[in-house]
């Protein structure tokens, strides 16, 4: 009589041996292609090949970058792939070209699964920030990261230095975490927005480290169901919902949570920005919560009239629709006297909108709160003094 206990007991280890058979990972290194670690020698060719080996596997995939500086020209990793778990492993640093007019210095694109991991993307921007800085007619600069149409992905511990433009930009995408991530570049470095998503759902930032010249995180159209969590921020222009109401056809944004948030010496702290033009968009169920900061010019800002430099404004009123957004426990310092200051649309006011323990002070004294169109209710202790209708 065969014992129950037993074909049990080699059932279950020939399952776990034959799961182990099947997540074997194949490693493929780029410089068995051909990569050079010299910061010189465009290794392009080399990575895209060890890509395309590892997408067109039927099993789990590593694309291994080793210690060293390898100098990369325009990349695009595109899927769909054959498996749905490659691992991009980077312990050295790529560094991209001087002169770079792509939209994007890497990319990915319709991939399902991908896991970047580590290392320091260098987008050596400085030169590009001096030619805009003066004036001249300059190239537009190149995104270092930009993540496409694609699903389950995670970056962790990625370092992105000097972008020439944008870092990171999250776009068309669903269940994005990056974690651990730094972002660094000069305080005054035109548009290197940190991390910025749009039209995409799903999307978690935690653990995140972002010192830049404009918004360390930007939220544009379309973003829903997104988490921001631990993120430090300065020097930079905060976190922006924004800019909105570009395009009279655009999708809105809601359910976003950014707490447990530290702001340094920033621009703004938690902002919201729409263009004064007709829109379709909207922005509802937001979160800003336990939110600390430190000599910040504008802590808590909603601007429906938004115009950058006072250049080519539209002078209408913005369409975009406000409801439900909450700044629960805000506390700091403000470097300006208005703290508080909500400029909403004349023809749709902000509604719904939510003070829970702000207390936000200027030059040891309280500050000040300005509304206009902008109707709430607050709880707790607030200071300054609630201005909502």
């Not at 014992?3 to 997540?23: D, G, K, Y």
């Not at 056809?249 to 263009?275: D, H, L, P, Y």
């Not at 968009?281 to 601007?303: C, E, K, W, Y």
Request: with cysteine; charged share 15%.
């Amino acid at each position: 009589m065969q014992n129950p206990v037993l074909i049990l007991f080699f059932t279950l280890l020939f399952l776990i041996f034959l799961h182990q058979s099947f997540a074997i990972t194949t490693t493929y290194n780029v410089l068995n292609f051909g990569a050079k670690s010299d910061a010189k020698t465009d290794s392009a060719a080399a990575f895209f090949t060890a890509w395309s080996e590892a997408c067109a596997s039927t099993r789990p995939s590593l694309v291994y970058v080793p210690q060293g500086k390898f100098l990369l020209n325009n990349l695009q990793f595109k899927g769909p792939c054959n498996n749905k778990a490659i691992t991009f492993r980077i312990d050295g640093t790529l560094v991209a070209p001087a002169n770079n007019n792509a939209a994007n210095w890497l990319a990915f694109e319709e991939v399902d699964g991908i896991f970047i991991h580590g290392g320091i993307l260098d987008g050596q921007g400085a030169a590009l920030w001096a030619c805009k800085k003066s004036g001249k007619s300059c190239p537009s600069g190149a995104t270092t990261l930009g993540i496409s149409k694609s699903r389950n992905v995670e970056i962790i511990g990625l370092t992105s230095l000097n972008s020439q433009m944008f870092h990171i930009v999250i776009n068309g995408c669903q269940n994005v975490k990056l974690q651990g991530v730094k972002v660094m570049a000069s305080g005054d470095s035109p548009n290197t927005d940190g991390i910025h998503v749009q039209l995409s759902m799903g999307v978690t930032i935690l653990s995140t480290k972002i010192s830049t010249g404009d918004d360390c995180v930007s939220i544009g159209p379309g973003a829903t169901n997104l988490w921001i969590e631990n993120v430090m921020c300065g020097p930079g222009h905060g976190i922006s919902i924004g800019s909105l109401g570009k395009d009279y056809e655009e999708a809105g944004v809601q359910n976003v949570t950014v707490k447990s948030v530290t702001f340094q010496n920033t621009q703004n702290g938690v902002r919201i920005k729409t263009w004064g033009r007709p829109s379709k968009g909207f922005v509802r169920g937001v979160l800003f919560q336990h939110a600390t900061m430190t000599s910040v010019q504008n802590p808590i800002v909603i601007d429906q009239n938004y115009c950058p430099y006072n250049k080519n404004c539209p002078g209408q009123v913005s369409g975009v629709k406000f409801s439900d957004v909450t700044y629960q426990d805000i506390r700091g310092t403000s470097a300006t006297e208005v703290a508080v200051k909500f400029d909403c649309s004349k023809n749709n006011p902000c509604k719904g909108i939510r003070l829970e323990d702000v207390n936000l002070t200027y030059k040891n004294r309280p500050a000040q709160a300005s509304c206009s169109n902008a109707a709430g209710s607050s709880s707790g202790l607030i200071e300054p003094a609630s201005c909502l209708n």
